[in-house]
């Protein structure tokens, strides 16, 4: 989530700080997406990653003055 965090914040060029409550559960310690069904019965494949679509949604949305 820190990661995702940064990534959202450095693609939106945000300059303020992340609070983070440190009370709150870890909740799961890992999830991960398996997309193999996905291409298994779709022929579904991601054609960007992850950090490459935070960034391009953010030039989106900066383009459109969101």
Do not use: N
């Amino acid at each position: 989530i820190r990661d995702m965090a940064q990534a959202c914040s450095k693609a939106a060029c945000f300059a303020g700080q992340t609070l983070w409550d440190a009370s709150k559960p870890d909740g799961v310690a890992r999830r991960v997406l398996d997309a193999s069904l996905a291409g298994q019965v779709l022929g579904w494949k991601a054609q960007v990653d992850i950090w490459q679509g935070v960034a391009r949604t953010a030039g989106w949305l900066k383009a459109r003055g969101d």
